[in-house]
């Protein structure tokens, strides 16, 4: 069982920078890929980035490359979402979630992940 807490969130201006941490609860997080996904109000949930255990490899999507950056310290349980040049567009509810395997094919799937964290807003003025 694993339990995620997503913090970091909040209000920034256009062209700033956040960085949210997921914080993981249970001593085998190091063994699982962790994704962070974002829901904007009336638009569906969509994938942000990955990460595998070892924190070797990552995937972003299209939107976000080039301004963020995905990384873990699997010694403090925590993974990172370093986001700049933050973008109106990038407004959302920010989740994180974990899996134990990694498959590029699906590592953008939502429902291939096993454990969600609560969620934090972020909010990017113009």
């Known amino acids: 069982q694993v339990q995620l807490v997503e913090s970091g969130g909040g209000v920034v201006q256009a062209g700033g920078s956040l960085r949210l941490s997921c914080a993981a609860s249970?001593?085998?997080?190091?063994?699982?890929?962790v994704g962070w996904f974002r829901q904007a109000p009336g638009k569906e949930r969509e994938f942000v980035a990955a990460?595998?255990?070892?924190?070797?490899?990552?995937y972003y999507a299209d939107s976000v490359k080039g301004r963020f950056t995905i990384s873990r310290d699997n010694a403090k349980n925590t993974v990172y979402l370093q986001m700049n040049s933050l973008k109106p567009e990038d407004t959302a509810v920010y989740y994180c979630?974990?899996?134990?395997?990694?498959?590029?094919?699906?590592?953008?799937?939502?429902?291939?992940?096993?454990?969600w964290g609560q969620g934090t807003q972020v909010t990017v003025s113009s």
């Open positions: 990460i595998s255990w070892s924190g070797r490899t990552t």
């Open positions: 979630a974990a899996r134990r395997t990694w498959n590029t094919g699906d590592i953008t799937y939502g429902y291939e992940y096993d454990y």
């Open positions: 249970g001593r085998t997080f190091s063994s699982y890929c």
